[in-house]
């Protein structure tokens, strides 16, 4: 009896979800506006270390008009030249500020899609929480915990580890999630665009790499910081020995190599064996420092392949779901048009 509630259930859900794609028509001919709005550029606050980047109003009057500049390259994408279906929006806001291996002034653009739909015979607007998509600025830290996000517990009430230090624990948790797994295999699209899965970043060629490989000596240094560090000695006795017992097991040449992605099952899932998950961290001699802070450096993008794009710019069109702009702005796209608006 159960299953067949369930099942009528089911059945009830998807014909109301099918019911209500059929009732809604994306007006795919109506002529639609565009405009740029801003958020704060300066005013992120301390960083992760504490720290402030400082960035001044002139700073963030100058990165503003890059970021402009930037959507001027998009302006000109067919789907934002000559806007129909939808109003557009570019949002331009402050990014996550880092004192260590950032330089530029850290941002965000996003790009909303307020679409416009025929129900039951009235022209609706999608405006709550409408489609979107976005590239960030000047970010090398972009993927950091991937791999390494572990737990801050410098709040941790009546810990029995007598290491156990509010603030030494919060650095050591800092400086273990500045290190990541290579976040897919590297791709290079062009000089200055490498790929990364569904991953984009547009970078300065000639400038240093933007992320550096760490080593095993290095990994599991950070890695027995952080564990002996924890405010729960049972928990610091039960995986420092583990972690030791890692580590022994690699030779001294290894151990000064780079280190990689390994067994899932090991506490530190680290191999001295290549492969295309490398351990990474930014690089933050990357930035030509001769350059002003709001020059864009480092741009990232999440862009599927070609054939994915394609599949989801049809399957949402089938669907008459907003999304559909995005990926037709995405399937328009020629990234290698976005490369002049790195600053040399």
Known sequence: MKVIVLTMVSYLLICSVRSEAQDKKLLLDKPGTFKITTGTLNGQGPDQYMKSCGYTNAEAEAAKKNLVTVVGI???????KDIKG????A????????TKSGYGLPSSVKFYFKTWSLRKGKEVQWINEPPEWRFEVNMTEKFCSNGFNVSDYSNSYNPTNP???EIATNKSTVALRE???LPGVKEEVCPGIDRYSDNLVIFNPNLPEYWNQVTIRETFRLLMEYYKLLPDKIQVDAM????????AVFSETEK???????????????SSQKNETPVMRPNP?????????????????????????KRKLEGNLKAEDGYYYVYQLLDELDVKDLIPAISH
Not at 86 to 89: I, K, L, S, V
Not at 240 to 247: D, M, Q, S, T, V
């Open 256 to 270: 000064d190599g780079f280190a990689y992605f390994g067994s899932p099952e090991s506490i530190s899932r680290i």
């Open 74 to 80: 998009f302006r000109k994408n067919p789907v934002l």
């Open 91 to 98: 949002y331009l806001n402050g990014g996550r500020c880092n």
């Open 163 to 165: 290491a156990f230090n």
């Open 179 to 181: 290190l990541f797994f």
């Open 86 to 89: 939808f109003d557009g929006e």
């Open 240 to 247: 420092i020995p583990i972690l030791k017992n890692e580590f």
């Open 285 to 309: 001699d990357y930035w030509d420092r001769k350059l002003p802070r709001s020059a864009i450096q480092f741009m990232w993008f999440e862009i599927p392949k070609k054939e994915e794009v």
